[in-house]
């Protein structure tokens, strides 16, 4: 699915990410941990093709593309998708519109027709529905006046709605009660088949009760430093991200 | 003689044509106005209130006023300027002169006069001399030039207790032969007590068209009235706009006025609002559409001459290629205007490097207990929305509609008629060439 070769990134002349290496194939969900500052949020936007962020090495392969220097609108129409840790209001722009404009912008680029009026309003209320959302607030503004959770309630409709190939979840349990965390989980396991992925950025191990990762990654100083199971996220739950930079230190 | 000179000897010989061949209430009052139009300057940017604006190109063309032309009107479409899904009493004017015709004013509630200027000075003069501006020796060229001239335009007079149901659609259409009319719209505004309604002045012109509008409107708002005056100016690339509207408010009125200027090449716009009486409510939106090489100009003066009123202003522009934009807006609280609230806003979004705009904020206050605040911001279209709406998969020319929009939205969502909104939004896309979606 996706493959990161040896990736550094900038960020104003400063380097964030110094040589990333990660591969994750259909059917797996990875978990990409750390402390705060070690570029958890860099990996995720600069895998969507954020500007203010510059590679300058390596190769992120995408469905057998070097997507490094491809336009963000079109990674997503490739099939990436980003949840945002905070997504953006957008008043007097329908979640209609928005949707639908996003729908057919990738469709036209698989060679589809435009979804019908009619399917179109079935998938949002279906996909709606699993999130337990209000099918009324698709005549509603994107984001505007939603509280947090319903902001991230509704990354997670777009999820459902565009249906990705590769989603990348930054932050996404941030601010959560257990409430909202438990469907938006449930969300995310709906969308998950063999032949999608899901790159979980997160900072707690809370979301992996939900959401079962196949492999866990810890990033510190902007490189992976320890993967393994899931069981590496209960440890670090127990032990904190300490031992692993001492870890680090030693072995310097 | 100089260009100044020169333009008002133009002006002045063909106010001795028009003179002669007009014969009406309105003789005296046109006769008086010129001799203080000779006697008058244009004003130049060494004048504070029109520093940023220079207006010499308009000096330059010896525009024809529209009174001495005839017209043939005969094919003139107007259904695509319609408002969709509305029904309106629709007030057509032909470069400035009522248009029977073309007008649809059917089911006027009783005692309402929705009617031209120049038939109404023939029944209702004495009305029309208590409403109308004074003409103060200190009016600038323009005002005057205006005055001079002095023939059409609309009138709209609401009796006491009335609500007119329908919103009236006021149409100016310019139409050029080559022959650079000088449209002088003249228009009154007479709400009386408890009354209500939604007035849409627009302004049209195909582009290419070379013409001037100069515009006096004079708006009272009497006791517990609640009227909403929509501007929407869509001229010509080539025409030059010019536009004074004053507004009187009285004890517990509601006033909205909106001015949303797209079109012509040199645009201003001075809104006068005087404040006087207790319980007011005053709202001014404006939004300003620049491409090109346009300039568009807005001057407002918010005068709170009584106590317990309230003001606010929000004021939003787009400005691309070269376009330059002005905004000063004023706000008087007088000594005796206690328990003020006056907010004003303006901000400005330029989508190039070579886009300018000149904000001007100025608080006068000489009063002690009152709320007021201010503040002007200039930028760029959000990067962090913009990259949201592009990982999506939505094209960087769609991001960019949609974030404009998002931008004016609150200036767009406050005008209560949803057709309206759709119009002005359509006419926003195809003003800035951008994709609608």
């Known amino acids: ?252 | 003689m100089s260009k100044e000179n020169n333009i008002k000897s133009w002006y002045l010989d063909n106010f001795q044509k028009f003179d002669k061949v007009t014969n009406d209430n309105l003789k005296n009052l046109r006769n008086d106005a010129a001799v203080k139009f000779g006697n008058s300057e244009f004003p130049t940017k060494k004048i504070e209130d029109w520093k940023y604006t220079n207006i010499s190109p308009i000096l330059n063309n010896e525009f024809v006023p529209s009174p001495l032309f005839k017209y043939e009107v005969n094919n003139l479409s107007i259904e695509k300027y319609k408002i969709p899904n509305l029904d309106v009493h629709l007030v057509v004017f032909v470069n400035g002169i009522f248009n029977k015709g073309l007008s649809e004013l059917n089911d006027i509630e009783s005692g309402v006069i929705i009617d031209s200027f120049l038939s109404q000075s023939k029944i209702n003069h004495e009305l029309i001399s208590k409403y109308s501006s004074k003409l103060e020796i200190s009016l600038n060229s323009f005002t005057l030039l205006n005055h001079t001239f002095t023939y059409d335009g609309f009138f709209i007079y609401i009796p006491k207790n009335k609500i007119v149901e329908k919103p009236i659609h006021i149409l100016n259409i310019a139409i050029d032969n080559n022959d650079k009319p000088l449209i002088q719209p003249r228009n009154l505004i007479i709400a009386e007590e408890n009354t209500k309604a939604n007035i849409v002045s627009e302004f049209v012109g195909n582009d290419g068209s070379e013409y001037f509008t100069n515009v006096i409107t004079d708006i009272s708002v009497s006791e517990n009235s609640n009227i909403s005056f929509i501007k929407l100016q869509n001229e010509s690339n080539l025409a030059y706009h010019i536009d004074k509207t004053d507004i009187h408010q009285s004890g517990s009125s509601v006033f909205n006025h909106f001015s949303l200027s797209f079109g012509s090449k040199i645009v201003r716009n001075d809104i006068n609002t005087k404040l006087d009486g207790e319980n007011i409510e005053c709202h001014l939106y404006g939004l300003y559409l620049g491409n090109k090489d346009q300039h568009i100009d807005h001057h407002t003066f918010i005068n709170h001459a009584k106590p317990n009123c309230m003001s606010n202003e929000l004021y939003k522009g787009i400005l691309d290629d070269k376009a330059k934009g002005v905004f000063s807006g004023k706000i008087l609280v007088d000594q005796i205007a206690q328990k003020t609230n006056a907010f004003q806003s303006n901000k400005s979004v330029l989508l190039s490097n070579d886009a300018s705009i000149d904000a001007k904020p100025q608080l006068e206050i000489y009063a002690d207990d009152v709320k007021c605040s201010h503040g002007a911001t200039v930028g760029k279209l959000d990067e962090q929305a913009y990259f949201y709406i592009r990982s999506r998969g939505v094209s960087a020319e769609a991001a960019r509609s949609m974030l404009i929009r998002a931008f004016i939205n609150d200036v767009v969502s406050e005008i209560k008629i949803e057709q309206l909104q759709e119009k002005v939004n359509h006419t926003i896309f195809e003003h800035l060439h951008r994709e609608e979606f």
């Open chain 1, 1 to 252: 699915m996706i493959k990161i070769k040896n990736l550094h990134a900038n960020v104003e002349e400063t380097e964030i990410l110094k040589g990333i290496d990660l591969e994750v194939n259909a059917g797996e969900i990875h978990a990409i941990m750390g402390p705060n500052g070690s570029g958890k949020s860099t990996l995720a936007n600069v895998l969507a093709g954020h500007e203010s962020y510059e590679v300058t090495e390596g190769e992120i392969i995408f469905n057998g593309k070097n997507i490094v220097e491809m336009e963000p609108d079109v990674r997503a129409r490739e099939g990436l998708f980003l949840a945002f840790q905070y997504p953006i209001e957008i008043p007097g722009v329908s979640n209609s519109v928005f949707l639908n404009t996003a729908i057919n912008e990738i469709r036209k680029h698989n060679g589809e027709e435009e979804i019908s009026a009619k399917d179109f309003l079935n998938r949002i209320k279906e996909k709606a529905k699993i999130l337990g959302m209000d099918s009324s607030l698709i005549s509603r503004s994107v984001n505007q006046g939603f509280s947090g959770g319903e902001k991230k309630r509704n990354e997670i409709l777009q999820l459902l709605t565009l249906n990705p190939k590769l989603a990348i979840l930054d932050e996404t349990d941030s601010g959560l009660d257990i409430d909202a965390l438990k469907i938006v989980s449930h969300g995310v396991n709906n969308f998950k088949n063999k032949n999608n992925a899901v790159i979980l950025v997160t900072h707690y191990q809370r979301l992996l009760d939900y959401i079962v990762p196949d492999f866990v990654h810890v990033l510190y100083k902007g490189k992976i430093v320890k993967s393994g199971d899931k069981n590496l996220a209960l440890e670090l739950e127990a032990r904190g991200y300490d031992w692993i930079i001492k870890e680090q230190t030693e072995l310097v």
